[in-house]
């Protein structure tokens, strides 16, 4: 008997991942899927790195997830699938690892693959936040552009004794890891839009950082930490924040928690929630120039929330920049018109 999807929760049909994807993600996004030529060039690139071997390897070494086996994960996923309005459930594969993992792999029939760590420590609707965040990744696309990371970063490696070449890729595979950061903000609201409980979706993050002892933990004391950590001493610390991000594909927890808790409680959320959001038969009508003035705003939204000593010297030499060269422009013209 097929397993039937979950119809309590709010179901977004054609749903657009524009809808869920951090301004800075999206933005990339929509630049890439504008480029003609991309896909082929993409295609090529993950021919690189086959997707049927991999799917081999797992069909082969884990456990695929059905009516029969690991039933209550299956039927996360179909929820989710559902839910997120996808055309076809993505395979799942559990995989033995201790450590609490989970990724979305490939491009023509994307599957996710998630660690008995992560599923042990995860009560059942915490594990529907971490299934919903991978069909996010899924619907978004992200599998192929972290093709491309994947492939930058290991070209790097290969030319690191020509330092111009080095140094130029460098700075691509720098840029790529900021958005594949800001990819996983992205999903973490998909998740939550599968979920539909900000609670669960706040402990699943929290867990993630400290374990499944979440008796031990409070939230609030948790969010205090994001704010500490956002703070820092003086600039030092945000520049070793700012170094400690180099190599890392994802946030830190309390950041995570932070930005899903502020979309959360932004009226984003519940638009999207009450039916109003992109659809994906207009993604083909996204403008690039808003959206990378979309992310633009972005940036500065969160430049300004922030108390970081070190962003706060940057916002106040930028601002003093812009003042100056205000200053230079009236004086100029003014001159010239008197």
């Not at 093709?147 to 790097?156: E, F, I, P």
Request: some cysteine.
């Amino acid at each position: 008997m097929a397993t039937t999807p979950d119809r309590t929760r709010v179901r977004f049909p054609d749903i657009s991942a524009r809808a869920y994807e951090h301004p800075a993600d999206r933005g990339a996004l929509v630049a890439l899927r504008s480029l003609r030529g991309f896909d082929t060039v993409l295609k090529k690139m993950a021919g690189l790195f086959s997707e049927r071997a991999l799917r081999l390897h797992f069909l082969s070494g884990t456990v695929r997830v059905g009516e029969t086996q690991f039933a209550d994960v299956h039927q996360d996923v179909v929820d989710a699938a559902h839910i997120l309005d996808l055309s076809q459930v993505p395979d799942l594969y559990v995989m033995l690892d201790p450590q609490p993992r989970a990724m979305a792999i490939g491009k023509d029939r994307p599957f996710i693959v998630v660690s008995t760590g992560m599923f042990d420590m995860l009560d059942a609707e915490e594990r529907r936040f971490v299934v919903g965040h991978e069909v996010g990744h899924i619907l978004s696309g992200h599998a192929i552009y972290r093709t491309l990371l994947l492939a930058l970063t290991n070209l790097a490696t290969r030319v690191a004794w020509l330092p111009l070449g080095y140094f130029g890729l460098r700075a691509i595979v720098l840029a790529l890891e900021e958005w594949q950061r800001k990819s996983e903000l992205s999903c973490d609201r998909a998740g939550l839009l599968t979920l539909q409980d900000p609670d669960a979706a706040k402990r699943t993050l929290m867990k993630l950082a400290g374990g499944s002892r979440l008796a031990q933990m409070d939230v609030d004391a948790f969010h205090e930490q994001a704010r500490e950590y956002d703070a820092a001493e003086d600039a030092r610390d945000g520049l070793l924040k700012l170094l400690s991000l180099i190599g890392r594909s994802h946030p830190q927890a309390v950041v995570r928690l932070a930005e899903l808790d502020h979309w959360a409680s932004s009226g984003e959320y519940s638009r999207i929630l009450a039916g109003d959001y992109p659809r994906r038969s207009e993604d083909q009508d996204a403008s690039i120039s808003q959206e990378a003035r979309n992310a633009a705003k972005s940036y500065q939204e969160s430049w300004n929330r922030s108390a970081d000593p070190l962003i706060k010297v940057l916002r106040d030499v930028a601002g003093g920049a812009q003042d100056a060269g205000s200053k230079i422009f009236d004086s100029v013209f003014g001159r010239r018109s008197s």
